[in-house]
């Protein structure tokens, strides 16, 4: 055979073989006259994707056919091809015969086909891929956006992925976490015992749920609820673990309190009907002591031990009589009164109770401060938390008591469960005494509990404030640390004139803002953050730290630009509110600094009851509370601060 019959053979196969190809290709393609820039043909592919049959096609330019209509001039792309010998469309959308949407990755190149030079356009439909990104792009915002905390681990767990909500939640970046193993959020609250079963349950390829107790970036404690999922490939094998997880620790806090005023609530009625008939069991005792006495007749032996029975009545009965007030079902008088007044007129019987090595001090606010309060118990109130203030101290110390007005709003009532919106009078009793600790602070307000030796003290006196307080429709915060005294904050309605304002918000002035930057040092990270967005909103620029060491870091790099120092007076890492404030008062005279804290400030600092001027916010407090102290501060000369 000759050899321009074998390389006839050859060419023959090879078209034969392109032939095949062309006819079973899964892409669309179109050959193009290079000259003219019509159709010569088109592939099954293409034609079903198009919906145009060949001979529609045939001698038409890729413009004029219409789903490429206005949307590729012939010429334009003859230019491009001539000068580059190749195009590239990566999403170009088209429209069938039939109208539907199609997007497609256009692909054209100039060749020699034997002595023709066509062009051939690949045309690949990439409609379901890109419903698929679509649908991965909504999944990706979705989950960035997302309230809940998402991680993904490897099978070691070792952080993959966290969406913004970890941020927020745990304050590592994810920068910080990337790498990291989970690991770096174990508080210690949870025994090896608990995660040895979590991994057991998740190497078996089972979906784990449960309630952790982490801790923050910044060392404070929060709780979650979480479900962990294995995450396989497609041969079925476990590849990573993927975690939803819901911040809870506001909820588990307002559920404790709850559960404590159920108890609280069903240990005065026990207590209200065990007083109830005890105290008829008391009077049976007193009238029958009484007719013995009346009946004459009796020996001094006998006189003696009806009279010791009549006291041991009378002591008996002043038992039940706090029992009662604890539990709300004694007699109750209301009149107005004002609270100044009030406390004013119990000051010489609180000096014959309170030692000598106990230093009182008093501080009223300008009054008159309205309530509807029943005279009998407020004293009660008064005398039972001086008391108790005074046993706090044996070695002696100082007593400030002091009054009030607070109103409250929504940011106030998110810092505790107990606060309600509106306008409220304050008694404020505080010492610097030895603290409540952790594990006794729970049960300070229950009947008959108490730390003291037997036949030191009932255990009513506070459960006695807690029934009045409650009776009169307030409540009571307390603020300790061992060591470091104790403040007990009592809130009641306010009245002005004779209208009680009990559930009406106060009617407050505008909110007052400004421009200028403010450091705000707080370790409780709620707080901070709602203090935060509520001085951005009113267009102050904020800077924070958690602590007073951590402050100072930010103070370095921002020190020209800030204003006033907003800190907490009791923070963590061995350096107070106090201390911050005189170091950085050392750097720049000028800095105006506002104190706030749920103890009194004297019982932090002394020397703050002989200071005039001192900023300072009780929590909890308001925005418009916060909002003027900040004004005031910013707004006052330089030594007022200092």
Known sequence: MSNDKMIELALRASELSYRRLFEAAQDGILILDAATGRVQDANPFLIK???????????????????FKDLLSNQIMLQRLQKDGYIRYEDLPLETKDGRKIAVEFVSNVYQAGDKTVIQCNIRDITARKKVEAANARLAMAVEQAAEVIVITDTRGHIVYVNPAFEKSTGYSDTEALGQNARILKSGKQDEAFYQELWATLERGDRWEGHFINRRKDASLYEEEATISPVRDTAGTIVNYVAIKRDVTREVQLEAQFRQAQKMEAIGQLAGGVAHDFNNLLAVIQVQTDLLNSGGGLSQVQSQSTKAIT????????????????????????????LNEAIQNTINMLKRIIREDVEMQFKFAAGPLLLLADAG??????????????????????????????????????????????SFVCLSVSDSGCGIAPAVLPHIFEPFYTTKVVGKGTGLGLATVFGIVQQHQGWVNVYTEAGRGTTFRVYMPRSVGEAIEVYSPAVLPPVRGGTETILLVEDEPDLRLAVHKALSQMGYCVLEAASGVKALEVWRQHQHDIHMLLTDLVMPDGLSGKDLADCLLKEKPALKVTYMSGYSAEVVDKDFSMQRHIHFLNKPFSIQQLAQTVRDCLEAPVSATA
């Not at 409250?408 to 998110?414: Q, R, S, V």
Request: charged share 20%.
């Open 49 to 67: 994707l198009l919906g145009i049959p060949l001979d529609e096609m045939v001698g038409q330019t890729v413009g004029e056919l219409s789903p």
């Open 311 to 338: 006291m041991c009545v009378e002591r008996a009965s002043d038992l039940t009589r706090q029992l009662l007030l604890f539990s709300r079902r004694e007699a109750f008088h209301p009149g107005l009164l004002d």
């Open 377 to 422: 118990m407020l004293n009660q109130v008064l005398l039972n938390l001086a008391v108790n203030a005074r046993d706090a101290m044996p070695n002696g110390g100082q007593l400030f008591i002091e009054t009030s007005t607070a109103d409250f709003d929504e940011l106030a009532t998110t810092q505790s469960a107990k606060v309600r919106a509106g």
